[in-house]
Protein backbone atom coordinates (compact mmCIF):
# COMPACT_ATOMS: atom_id res chain seq x y z
CA UNK A 1 0.00 0.00 0.00
CA UNK A 2 1.41 3.26 -1.24
CA UNK A 3 1.13 6.49 0.73
CA UNK A 4 -0.93 8.01 -2.21
CA UNK A 5 -3.49 4.82 -1.50
CA UNK A 6 -3.57 5.79 1.54
CA UNK A 7 -4.58 9.05 0.77
CA UNK A 8 -6.67 8.80 -1.41
CA UNK A 9 -8.94 6.07 0.61
CA UNK A 10 -8.68 8.74 3.54
CA UNK A 11 -10.05 10.86 0.83
CA UNK A 12 -12.89 8.48 0.10
CA UNK A 13 -13.80 7.82 3.53
CA UNK A 14 -14.26 11.69 4.77
CA UNK A 15 -16.27 12.01 1.88
CA UNK A 16 -18.51 9.27 2.73
CA UNK A 17 -18.66 9.95 6.67
CA UNK A 18 -19.26 13.51 5.99
CA UNK A 19 -21.17 13.77 2.46
CA UNK A 20 -21.11 18.12 1.49
CA UNK A 21 -24.29 19.60 -0.36
CA UNK A 22 -27.09 16.65 0.92
CA UNK A 23 -30.39 17.32 1.32
CA UNK A 24 -33.28 19.28 -0.96
CA UNK A 25 -33.25 22.05 -2.58
CA UNK A 26 -37.07 23.92 -2.06
CA UNK A 27 -37.20 25.42 -5.88
CA UNK A 28 -34.66 23.32 -7.33
CA UNK A 29 -34.69 24.01 -11.40
CA UNK A 30 -34.86 19.91 -11.68
CA UNK A 31 -34.97 16.93 -9.45
CA UNK A 32 -34.01 13.70 -11.07
CA UNK A 33 -33.54 10.09 -9.45
CA UNK A 34 -30.89 7.96 -10.52
CA UNK A 35 -30.72 4.29 -9.73
CA UNK A 36 -27.86 1.58 -9.77
CA UNK A 37 -29.43 -1.70 -9.49
CA UNK A 38 -26.06 -3.58 -9.49
CA UNK A 39 -25.17 -2.13 -6.29
CA UNK A 40 -28.33 -0.66 -5.00
CA UNK A 41 -27.45 2.87 -5.01
CA UNK A 42 -30.27 5.05 -5.57
CA UNK A 43 -29.89 9.13 -5.48
CA UNK A 44 -31.99 11.99 -5.79
CA UNK A 45 -30.54 14.81 -7.15
CA UNK A 46 -31.35 18.52 -6.96
CA UNK A 47 -29.98 21.16 -9.22
CA UNK A 48 -30.60 24.86 -9.21
CA UNK A 49 -29.58 26.97 -12.55
CA UNK A 50 -29.23 30.51 -12.51
CA UNK A 51 -28.53 30.88 -16.17
CA UNK A 52 -26.06 29.07 -17.44
CA UNK A 53 -24.55 28.81 -14.24
CA UNK A 54 -25.01 25.53 -11.43
CA UNK A 55 -25.94 27.48 -8.51
CA UNK A 56 -26.32 24.97 -6.50
CA UNK A 57 -26.48 20.64 -6.47
CA UNK A 58 -27.90 18.67 -3.48
CA UNK A 59 -28.45 14.91 -3.49
CA UNK A 60 -30.20 12.84 -0.65
CA UNK A 61 -28.63 9.27 -1.19
CA UNK A 62 -29.24 5.47 0.17
CA UNK A 63 -25.75 4.21 -1.66
CA UNK A 64 -22.37 2.16 -1.03
CA UNK A 65 -19.39 4.39 0.15
CA UNK A 66 -18.44 4.68 -3.57
CA UNK A 67 -21.21 6.15 -4.56
CA UNK A 68 -22.13 8.38 -2.00
CA UNK A 69 -18.21 9.94 -1.86
CA UNK A 70 -18.37 10.38 -5.45
CA UNK A 71 -21.47 12.12 -5.41
CA UNK A 72 -20.04 14.54 -2.66
CA UNK A 73 -17.05 15.04 -4.59
CA UNK A 74 -19.31 15.64 -7.43
CA UNK A 75 -21.14 18.42 -5.78
CA UNK A 76 -17.85 20.35 -4.46
CA UNK A 77 -16.22 20.17 -8.10
CA UNK A 78 -19.08 21.60 -9.65
CA UNK A 79 -21.16 23.76 -7.97
CA UNK A 80 -20.37 27.68 -9.25
CA UNK A 81 -19.07 26.37 -12.22
CA UNK A 82 -20.95 27.00 -15.96
CA UNK A 83 -22.59 24.34 -17.56
CA UNK A 84 -19.96 24.44 -20.39
CA UNK A 85 -17.43 23.76 -17.69
CA UNK A 86 -19.45 21.01 -15.71
CA UNK A 87 -19.59 19.30 -18.72
CA UNK A 88 -15.67 19.61 -19.21
CA UNK A 89 -15.03 18.42 -15.85
CA UNK A 90 -17.66 15.32 -16.07
CA UNK A 91 -15.91 13.92 -19.48
CA UNK A 92 -12.75 14.42 -17.69
CA UNK A 93 -13.91 12.76 -14.65
CA UNK A 94 -15.61 9.63 -16.68
CA UNK A 95 -12.83 9.25 -19.08
CA UNK A 96 -10.32 8.67 -15.80
CA UNK A 97 -12.70 6.77 -14.93
CA UNK A 98 -12.37 4.71 -18.09
CA UNK A 99 -8.87 4.61 -18.48
CA UNK A 100 -7.40 1.24 -19.15
CA UNK A 101 -3.97 2.88 -19.44
CA UNK A 102 -2.98 3.51 -15.67
CA UNK A 103 -3.59 6.54 -13.61
CA UNK A 104 -4.67 10.29 -15.18
CA UNK A 105 -3.50 13.05 -14.59
CA UNK A 106 -6.62 15.64 -13.62
CA UNK A 107 -6.30 19.57 -14.17
CA UNK A 108 -5.28 21.01 -10.65
CA UNK A 109 -9.18 22.18 -9.51
CA UNK A 110 -10.05 18.61 -10.03
CA UNK A 111 -7.13 17.00 -7.89
CA UNK A 112 -9.48 15.66 -5.31
CA UNK A 113 -11.11 13.56 -7.65
CA UNK A 114 -8.53 11.27 -8.58
CA UNK A 115 -9.00 9.56 -5.13
CA UNK A 116 -11.35 7.60 -7.06
CA UNK A 117 -9.13 6.13 -9.76
CA UNK A 118 -8.56 3.29 -7.21
CA UNK A 119 -12.01 2.24 -7.99
CA UNK A 120 -11.50 1.16 -11.76
CA UNK A 121 -9.47 -1.96 -10.15
CA UNK A 122 -13.16 -2.94 -8.75
CA UNK A 123 -14.70 -2.90 -12.64
CA UNK A 124 -18.47 -3.42 -10.75
CA UNK A 125 -17.86 -0.61 -8.75
CA UNK A 126 -17.10 1.86 -11.44
CA UNK A 127 -20.98 2.08 -11.88
CA UNK A 128 -21.28 2.92 -8.73
CA UNK A 129 -18.77 6.38 -9.10
CA UNK A 130 -20.39 7.59 -12.43
CA UNK A 131 -23.58 7.27 -10.95
CA UNK A 132 -24.28 10.71 -9.36
CA UNK A 133 -22.22 12.26 -12.53
CA UNK A 134 -24.69 10.61 -15.23
CA UNK A 135 -27.34 12.03 -12.85
CA UNK A 136 -25.95 15.46 -12.75
CA UNK A 137 -26.33 15.75 -16.53
CA UNK A 138 -29.62 14.41 -16.87
CA UNK A 139 -30.41 17.06 -14.18
CA UNK A 140 -29.00 19.55 -16.43
CA UNK A 141 -31.04 18.37 -20.02
CA UNK A 142 -34.16 18.54 -17.44
CA UNK A 143 -33.17 21.79 -15.94
CA UNK A 144 -32.26 23.65 -19.27
CA UNK A 145 -36.32 22.07 -20.82
CA UNK A 146 -37.38 23.83 -17.82
CA UNK A 147 -36.16 26.68 -18.75
CA UNK A 148 -37.19 26.57 -22.41
CA UNK A 149 -40.79 25.73 -20.89
CA UNK A 150 -40.48 29.06 -18.48
CA UNK A 151 -39.70 31.28 -21.47
CA UNK A 152 -42.03 29.65 -24.06
CA UNK A 153 -45.10 30.70 -21.22
ZN1 LIG B 1 -22.54 1.19 -5.14
Keep these: MSLADDLYRETILDHYHNPRNRGEIEDASAKVEGVNPLCGDELTL ?20 INTASGSMMSEAVVGQSIADVKKTVDAFKSMMMSKSGDVSLPEEMEELEALQGVRKYPVRIKCALLPWNTLLEGIITAQEEQKVKEVK
Excluded: R
Excluded at 48 to 62: M, N, R, S, Y
Design 46 to 65: YIQLDGDTVKDVKITAKGCS
